[in-house]
């Protein structure tokens, strides 16, 4: 079992960067993919960017590539997600989830309970 808890959201401004950390609990967090999914209002959530249990593979959604870089530090159990040159487009709650590396909502197994990055413009 892995829980997941999601910080370092907030309010910035367009083109401002910000870094969501997800720490982990259990022992098993090394094993296990990573990944960042959001879901804007009345939007379905989507995927943003996921990594592999050695943080050798990394995939990224189209529209965040070259702004955004996930990356883990399995002695910390954590995931961060640095954010730069963020757009009011990027304004949704930021979720993380531990299990199999892929860009699926559905085959992710642990949730954390989310937090919200809004860009101003």
């Known amino acids: 079992q892995v829980q997941v808890q999601e910080s370092g959201g907030g309010l910035v401004q367009a083109g401002d960067s910000l870094r969501l950390s997800c720490t982990a609990s259990?022992?098993?967090?090394?094993?296990?993919?990573m990944g960042w999914f959001r879901q804007a209002p009345g939007k379905d959530r989507e995927f943003v960017a996921a990594l592999s249990w050695s943080g050798s593979n990394t995939y990224y959604l189209d529209s965040v590539k070259g702004r955004f870089t996930i990356s883990r530090d399995n002695a910390k159990n954590t995931v961060y997600l640095q954010m730069n040159s963020l757009k009011p487009e990027d304004t949704a709650v930021y979720y993380c989830?531990?299990?199999?590396?892929?860009?699926?909502?559905?085959?992710?197994?642990?949730w954390g309970q989310g937090t919200q990055v809004t860009v101003s413009s």
């Open positions: 989830a531990a299990g199999v590396v892929t860009t699926r909502v559905g085959e992710y197994d642990y």
């Open positions: 259990g022992r098993t967090f090394s094993r296990y993919g």
